[in-house]
């Protein structure tokens, strides 16, 4: 069973940078396929970005393109989300999923297509 743990959310003003961490136990994350998604009070969980097992190839929602960054370290087991130019409308709580990819390189892009989950982080940003 993987455990998800995310960190590094916290309160900064517009324009300002937060970094994330998405910490997996009980599964070496070079397995996993992993992704960013977050939910604003009032609104539905929406993808932010995914980057396949091996860190080869990332993919992020076009309202995040050029600000934020996904990363990986396999070695520390962790998975990180750099946001830069944060806006007012990034408030939300992150979360990070994660999904066994032990045969594949793959991106994944829904809810649905993960099956682990942290409990959060929030991120807010002030105006």
């Known amino acids: 069973q993987v455990q998800l743990v995310e960190s590094g959310g916290g309160l900064v003003q517009t324009g300002g940078s937060l970094r994330l961490s998405c910490a997996a136990s009980g599964r070496t994350v070079s397995s996993l396929a992993m992704g960013w998604f977050r939910q604003a009070p009032g609104k539905e969980r929406e993808f932010v970005s995914t980057i396949t097992r091996s860190g080869g190839s990332t993919h992020y929602a076009d309202f995040v393109k050029g600000r934020f960054t996904i990363s990986r370290d396999n070695a520390k087991n962790t998975v990180y989300l750099q946001m830069n130019r944060l806006k007012p409308e990034d408030t939300a709580v992150y979360y990070c999923?994660?999904?066994?990819?032990?045969?594949?390189?793959?991106?994944?892009?829904?809810?649905?297509?993960?099956?682990?989950w942290g409990q959060g982080t929030q991120v807010t940003v002030s105006s």
């Open positions: 999923g994660a999904r066994i990819t032990v045969h594949s390189d793959t991106l994944f892009y829904a809810q649905s297509d993960y099956r682990q």
